[in-house]
């Protein structure tokens, strides 16, 4: 098992949130949306040139921005 | 006794569709979240009793993290718990995200009825629910609920009464999440499918360049079947019924006014070589009704049915995310394209959907660049009709330039005021495929509200025209502006007042520049002008709401340096 944020994780990969490395504020909005830790999620894609990533997190699929997807640490096989 | 009935839930889960049922109050719904900025309210019957319910915006918990979150959540605190009952509104294909906020009502004490909405869907995605357990587990009347149809909303209004506040400990965070996976894995059974198209398609959708691929054609697309449409009723349906039923009805009321004098000129205007022009006379009964149905109205029908379809099939936070990176470089996220695109319909409600955004900065840049880069479909419309004469080079000119500016005036915002944006986070919906009755429905709505603000305020328009043209007041206005208007933008001085009556209304100010006969350029640069200046009062009055008159007086100010500029520029600059 190693650690990586969501940035470094590749396209289609699966992992389990590790920690949130944010302030309350953000942690809160994460929590409230499903991603916690020990969550699962499958990256879907990642736009080019500091773009979004988008994830999938239970039944939906979520946009987030780049600076945000770097706060995301998870455990990946 | 019970004052309110709130409806609640996470965003995109069918409030407003639950809420419409509810109260027979007709509200704008789509598929993407964060429809709903306004709180509404309508009356239900229950027996014999008449219930105010209350729409809120979506919210996914109760620390709200926007403008209309804190609407809602303010909302739904202000009343003592046991006068009010709080529906709260689940999406079914969803159930243990939605529970997150079910949890947290019920922690707070509030007496909540859930409503899993959108039952119909969970067939097909392989989900079953056992309702009867959820039932039990969260100790709350569940109802389930496909708002769209209408199954299940007699259910729901029965047992409303039911909601009563069940104990519940406070919990952190982690455990409601261990709570909600206990009741999910008692409650819900999923059956293993094959990937559908539809999904795959989904999937597709959100990947940079078969994403990009399909929104460069979906948006190509949809300009196109908007200026089909548009043209079609207006050769097929409405010129006919204007040239070959309602003028000689005009032309004989003309004769029986013996064709000049006070009533004439109001009703019908001037007569141009001996005949009645809907186009240029400016009476109440020839071009007010022109502008407004023949010229305008095709368009806004044309437009809010693509857009209804592009919102209900879930498209745009798909192209919220491709134009994410774009929209950092204006101090704005990707979200921030929702907004704009409802503001080429009407700016009022682009602006008052900004709410969404969660910094006062945003909504002032996102404010700001609706009301100067962004023209209402009346404008366009009246755009399309005048310089589209001339070719569609022309018509695509003009929205070059406004690209151009609202780029500019962007990058500079974001460059100049304090304060950073906040990023991006957004739940992209499930492709739906709404029965074509819902978006007629929704046209519906959309076009009565366009004609009740537009008519009453064209028809003053035209009569304040009229007036002024009777007793030959222009001339004074044209003499004080001469400078700035023939001097700088090089168009004649009389389009002055054509550009001062912009601010009433776009459309009627493009038709008080029909008679003054204006070369390709004129036209172009009067254009551009009309969109970039002032707009009309009603952009005005929500922007003074939504900003404060400081913000208001600052968005202004830029507002005018960039009519100047971009004006002059494309005077000196361009050449046809």
């Known amino acids: 098992m190693k650690k990586v944020s969501l940035i470094q994780m590749k396209e289609k990969q699966k992992g389990r949130v590790f920690e949130i490395s944010a302030g309350t504020g953000l942690q809160n909005r994460f929590m409230s949306m499903g991603i916690y830790p020990g969550k699962e999620i499958t990256k879907l894609s990642h736009f080019a040139l500091r773009g979004p990533v988008a994830i999938k997190v239970g039944r939906s699929i979520l946009a987030l921005g780049h600076g945000m997807a770097g706060k995301i640490i998870l455990e990946v096989e | 006794m019970i004052k309110k009935i709130f409806l609640i839930g996470n965003p995109n889960v069918g409030k407003s569709v639950v809420f419409s049922r509810l109260t027979g109050v007709q509200v704008i719904s789509s598929n993407y979240p964060g429809t709903t900025v306004e709180v509404t309210s309508g009356y239900l019957n229950i027996g014999e009793e008449k219930i105010e319910v209350v729409d809120l915006p979506g919210t996914y918990s109760l620390e709200p993290a926007s403008k209309a979150e804190e609407a809602a959540v303010f909302l739904l605190k202000e009343y003592p718990k046991d006068e009010i009952i709080v529906i709260n509104t689940i999406d079914s294909t969803n159930l243990e995200r939605n529970l997150y906020l079910t949890l947290q009502l019920l922690e707070e004490g509030f007496p909540v009825v859930a409503c899993l909405n959108m039952c119909d869907d969970t067939q097909h995605r392989g989900i079953s629910i056992d309702m009867e357990n959820l039932e039990k587990l969260l100790g709350i009347p569940v109802i389930p609920t496909c708002a769209i149809t209408g199954v299940g909303i007699k259910l729901l209004i029965e047992r409303i009464k039911e909601a009563k506040p069940c104990v519940r400990n406070k919990f952190s965070h982690e455990q409601r999440w261990q709570d909600i996976g206990q ?87 001037e007569l141009i070589n001996g005949k009645i022009d809907f186009r240029q006379s400016m009476g109440l009964l020839t071009t007010a009704p022109y502008i407004e149905f023949s010229m305008v109205l095709p368009y806004i029908i044309s437009f809010y049915l693509v857009l209804s379809v592009l919102e209900d099939v879930g498209f745009l936070p798909r192209l919220a995310m491709l134009l994410d990176n774009l929209l950092h470089k204006l101090g704005l996220h990707g979200f921030a394209i929702i907004p704009m695109l409802l503001g080429f319909g009407c700016n009022v409600p682009g602006i008052l959907a900004t709410r969404i955004l969660e910094s006062k ?133 009389e389009s002055t007042i054509a550009l001062t009556i912009g601010f009433f209304r776009k459309d009627v100010a493009v038709g008080m520049l029909m008679p003054l006969a204006l070369n390709v350029k004129q036209l172009f640069i009067a254009s551009v002008l009309l969109a970039i200046s002032f707009p009309c009062v009603a952009t005005f009055v929500v922007l003074l709401k939504e900003l404060g008159l400081r913000y208001l007086i600052k968005a202004t100010l830029i507002m005018i340096a960039a009519g100047l500029v971009v004006g002059t520029l494309l005077n000196l600059g361009i050449m046809f």
């Open chain 2, 183 to 269: 009741i999910i894995e008692k409650v819900q059974r999923l059956t293993h499918r094959h990937h559908t198209f539809r999904e795959a398609l989904e999937d597709a959708s959100v990947r940079p360049v078969s994403g990009m691929i399909m929104a460069i054609v979906v948006i190509f697309a949809s300009f196109k079947i908007v200026r089909f449409l548009g043209e079609l009723l207006i050769n097929k349906v409405f010129d006919p019924l204007f040239f070959n039923f309602y003028q000689p009805i005009l032309e004989k009321l003309s004769a029986a006014l013996g064709s000049q004098g006070f009533l004439h000129h109001l009703l019908i205007g």
């Open chain 2, 361 to 493: 900065r945003e909504r002032f840049i996102a404010s700001t660049l609706i009301s100067i880069g962004v023209p209402c479909v009346p404008l366009q419309a009246m755009i399309f009709g005048l310089l589209g004469q001339f070719g569609g080079f022309y018509v695509a000119g003009v929205y070059l330039v406004l690209f151009a500016v609202w780029l500019l005036i962007g990058v500079i915002l974001n460059r100049t005021l304090k304060g950073y944006s906040p990023e991006f986070l957004l739940e992209i919906p499930p492709y739906r495929f709404p029965p074509l009755s819902i978006l007629l429905q929704k046209l519906i709505l959309r076009v009565k509200g366009f004609l009740i603000e537009a008519v009453p305020i064209v028809l003053l328009g035209v009569l304040l025209v009229n007036m002024l043209l009777y007793f030959r007041l222009f001339d004074m206005v044209n003499y004080i502006f001469a400078p700035v208007v023939n001097g700088l933008f090089g168009l004649p001085k």
